[in-house]
């Protein structure tokens, strides 16, 4: 009968290796977050110029992950790279050979005992982060608690593994995975798949030697495997993106594989030359992750081209352009930790979008003008891109929004969301009026009058023109563009009031176009209008934050007369019920 002292004890100590290994994890993400959040951008634009030759997009591959301590996140990074047309595959899975080499830096430096270092970090970490309220420096402090925390964790993890050196039952489980090198490779990439970190899988593992608790034979191949495992983490992240993009972590998933399994049957034979090097069984372990992946680049960085070509094979492009046109272009998920660049990437998006409904728009008049019923379907199906990208921009957005963002981030964010909608909403006053007024002119085969169909594209150029007028205002938050938006707003007000007015005496005077096509005339003219609302709503909130809006447009009775001062510039008022920020 088992002696339940010693039953808890296992708890114990398979409780305090679960929260040490979980407290390694954590800590290495906060490392990779500081980093990609303090320098980012420039991470980015360093990992898009990198693509002149091989030799340099393995050095900053290298570079950029030796920072970053995430084979992964470069991955990721050079997916949506490669996705939008910004990298070739080749180059990319250069980069990623330096990427994998890059990231066994950390493990070389955290193999020696540097834990006198350890509260230091942490001190420093915390002072930065809490004594500063610039971006970069928090982020900096950020970036010494996480390394901090990952030399606490590997102490936590030699000293909670300890006790498991003489345990007979984990020796009865480890010596199946010791005569099967196989599954040990498997078991290895299955660690690193599931901790998402091929460091951190590398560090447990090295941790775990040094206690004596994993053979050093089955530590060899435990990191073959965990190798594999960083090749598998983007490879599945990235199943669910265009073919051109999943490339380079197929590619890179092939070189590392191939690699491991060609390493597998000389993992018992390396470790007496390792031993050479250092005696240690954690330097020895670090050392032969790095050996593995310096191999691996030697061999494989003059066959990227060849494997460009293979992959190439294997993951034709096979998108429609209607397709193509649908998914974003400029969402780039491995920026939403860095808000800055994120919210850059939305608004190039947003335009993008803008773009869409402004052909949308231009094209509607031309289906009244030529009854062309092929171009109202393609109308029609573009109101489907402009609802998929609106429903991809706000959750992109609402993803960003979780991070702490400055105020004027936050404002931004609010921004692009509002103006985003406004077009969606103006897709739909396109889709659901303008094109069903157009079905019907076609369906009756009636015909406007030449007066009516002149001022009916006026007041369509105008509309036009205001759209141009309000992207312009929307990046540049200019004040006097916003007051010109807004003023055209009242100028489009009385046009289409004058027009009315005008088509109603052609009513009086009995024309027989003007009569068969009245409500059409009405109904367009009421569409356009509510268009234009929906584009000056972007203006309000400039020129309410420079002081420029009243708060109502009444006017005064008498009792409060007054009316304004004499000579005072009138300033703009706020349409009734109006936040700023929507449209009438």
């Not at 050196?165 to 299955?190: C, H, K």
């Not at 069903?436 to 009916?456: C, H, N, T, V, Y």
Request: charged share 20%; proline share 4%; hydrophobic share 45%.
């Amino acid at each position: 009968m088992s002696d339940p002292q010693t039953i808890v004890s296992g708890h114990e100590i398979l409780l305090n290796i679960g929260g040490a290994v979980a407290l390694l994890l954590w800590a290495t993400r906060m490392v990779r977050t500081g980093i990609l959040r303090a320098f980012g951008s420039r991470i980015r634009f360093w990992l898009g110029q990198s693509t002149k030759s091989r030799a340099k997009a393995f050095a900053m591959g290298l570079g950029v992950t030796g920072l970053l301590q995430s084979s992964t996140a470069t991955a990721l990074l050079l997916v949506s790279f490669v996705g939008r047309g910004l990298v070739a595959v080749g180059p990319a899975l250069a980069v990623m050979l330096g990427a994998d080499l890059g990231s066994t830096l950390v493990v070389q430096v955290l193999s020696f005992d540097i834990s006198a270092v350890t509260p230091l970090l942490i001190l420093a970490g915390v002072v930065a982060f809490m004594a500063s309220s610039a971006m970069r420096r928090r982020q900096i402090g950020r970036i010494l608690i996480g390394l901090g925390l990952m030399l606490l964790s590997l102490q936590l993890i030699v000293s909670a593994s300890e006790p498991l050196r003489d345990s007979q039952t984990l020796r009865a489980v480890l010596d199946p995975l010791g005569a099967d090198p196989i599954l040990a490779l498997a078991l290895g990439a299955i660690l690193a798949w599931l901790a998402h970190s091929s460091v951190a899988t590398v560090l447990l593992v090295m941790s775990l030697t040094m206690t004596g608790v994993v053979p050093l034979e089955l530590g060899v191949v435990l990191v073959l495997g965990a190798n594999v495992g960083s090749g598998l983490i983007p490879f599945v992240l990235s199943l669910r993106g265009d073919p051109l993009a999943r490339r380079v972590p197929t590619g890179n998933l092939l070189f590392r594989a191939m690699g491991a399994l060609a390493a597998l049957p000389f993992a018992g034979l390396v470790i007496p030359y390792v031993a050479m090097i250092d005696p240690e069984p954690a330097r020895q372990i670090a050392n032969v992750h790095t050996a593995f992946n310096v191999l691996l680049a030697a061999v494989f960085l003059p066959l990227t081209g060849v494997m460009e070509s293979v992959v190439s094979r294997l993951l034709p492009e096979g998108e429609s352009q209607g397709e193509a046109e649908e998914r974003p272009r400029y969402l780039d998920d491995t920026a939403i930790d860095t808000p800055p660049v994120a919210l850059a990437c939305a608004t190039r998006e947003v335009m993008r979008l803008a773009d869409i409904v402004e052909i949308m728009l231009r094209d509607t008049m031309n289906v009244f003008r030529d009854d062309d019923e092929k171009l109202l379907g393609e109308i029609a199906k573009r109101d489907d891109v402009v609802d998929r990208l609106h429903e991809e921009i706000k959750l992109y957005l609402t993803q960003v929004s979780r991070n702490a963002l400055d105020d004027a981030d936050s404002q931004r964010c609010v921004e692009l969301i509002t103006f985003t909608t406004n077009l969606e909403h103006i897709g739909d006053i396109i889709e659901k009026n303008l094109l069903e007024l157009a079905q019907k002119k076609i369906r009756k085969r009636q015909q406007f009058s030449e007066e009516g169909w002149r001022e009916l594209t006026r007041l369509h150029e105008r509309v036009v023109q205001n759209m141009q007028l309000a992207m312009g205002v929307f990046v540049s938050k200019d004040v006097e563009t916003s007051r010109q938006l807004i003023a055209e707003k009242e100028h489009l007000r009385d046009l289409e009031r004058e027009a009315s007015e005008r088509h109603l005496e052609r009513l009086r005077e009995g024309k027989v176009e003007s009569i068969e096509t009245s409500a059409l005339h009405l109904d367009i003219l009421r569409d356009l209008k509510r268009i234009n609302s929906h584009l000056t709503a972007v203006a309000y909130p400039i020129v309410d934050a420079s002081g420029q809006l009243r708060s109502t447009r009444l006017k005064k009775t008498k009792k409060g007369a007054g009316g304004g001062t004499p000579g005072e510039e009138p300033s703009i008022s706020r349409e009734p019920g109006r936040g700023g920020s929507s449209a009438a």
